[in-house]
């Protein structure tokens, strides 16, 4: 059986509110891992050890649904469907902090990060972005994609 981190697979985790959904789930740098919660409207990060729990979160409008993790800058990138935007986190700390948050692709579900240069894909299923971000934002240049 596979693991994630040093958890097993098969582990769940489990909300109280039997409501939520994740769609998308990372790990960070720190073993941790974020969560994209679509209908709670949230970012949330937990801790896999001892148990999974939950250390922070923030909220972002909008079905967020796509996440990607760049480790070598310590940032999250959360796509969020309903408003068709993006938004990067530091997750220097457990809370997330936004630092860059953009119009793009409608219905961007899926997100790609190159690490190494650090530019980020994004992909919806139709059109091109209604604007795009300002570079000052990026620790490294972006690429944007078109229609998947």
């Known amino acids: 059986m596979g693991s994630f981190g040093s958890m097993p697979s098969n582990t769940w985790i489990e909300y109280p509110d039997p409501h939520r959904r994740t769609h998308h789930l990372v790990a960070d740098s720190t073993a941790g891992m974020i969560a994209a919660d679509t209908r709670g409207d949230a970012v949330r990060v937990f801790v896999p050890r001892p148990a999974p729990r939950e250390v922070g979160?923030?909220?972002q409008t909008g079905g967020p649904y796509g996440v990607i993790y760049d480790a070598m800058r310590d940032r999250l990138w959360v796509a969020?469907?309903?408003?068709n935007?993006?938004?990067g986190y530091d997750m220097a700390e457990a809370i997330p902090r936004q630092v860059v948050r953009f119009k793009t692709v409608q219905n961007s579900y899926t997100l790609g990060v190159d690490t190494a240069t650090g530019w980020l894909f994004i992909a919806g299923i139709t059109g091109a972005?209604?604007?795009l971000p300002d570079r000052r934002?990026?620790?490294?240049?972006?690429?944007?994609?078109g229609a998947v």
């Open 80 to 83: 969020s469907s309903g408003t």
């Open 137 to 145: 934002h990026f620790a490294s240049p972006w690429r944007r994609s």
């Open 57 to 59: 979160s923030v909220a």
């Open 85 to 87: 935007e993006v938004v």
């Open 129 to 131: 972005p209604s604007s």
